[in-house]
């Protein structure tokens, strides 16, 4: 599977960002799909997962602010990013994994996924 997220640019805290990710299929490998991020410095976190028909998980710190989505006829992940912070300045990347990412309420951040983009820089300044 390859993933080729977009969609990255440099913003002022406060501001949004769309983020996309096309996937080369939609199959059973790509049953999970997910959104991590790491800064520099960091290690890499996750931001948002989602299932296939649609059940999310989102990190603490980024609850309210972001939204997942997938479109599944389009092979596409959407990360929509608003009231961004100095603090979301980071590498984003776009992920992929099957069914036994799924722990039967979403897909884990912990599990091993399978397959991920070359990731795009979102920028935030204070």
């Known amino acids: 599977v390859q993933l080729v997220e977009s969609g990255g640019d440099s913003v002022q805290a406060g501001g949004s960002l769309r983020l996309s990710c096309v996937a080369s299929?939609?199959?059973?490998?790509?049953?999970?799909m997910g959104w991590f991020r790491q800064a520099p410095g960091k290690e890499r976190e996750g931001v948002a997962t989602?299932?296939?028909?649609?059940?999310?998980l989102y990190a603490d710190s980024v609850k309210g602010r972001f939204t997942i989505s997938r479109d599944n006829a389009k092979n596409t992940l959407n990360l929509q990013m608003n009231s961004l912070k100095f603090e979301d300045t980071a590498m984003y990347y776009c992920?992929?994994?099957?069914?036994?990412?799924?722990?039967?309420?979403?897909?884990?951040?912990?599990?091993?996924?399978?397959?991920w983009g070359q990731g795009t820089q979102v920028t935030v300044s204070s």
């Open positions: 299929e939609y199959t059973y490998r790509t049953y999970c």
């Open positions: 992920a992929a994994g099957p069914r036994s990412i799924y722990n039967g309420y979403y897909c884990s951040f912990s599990k091993s996924w399978a397959f």
């Open positions: 989602i299932v296939s028909d649609g059940n999310t």
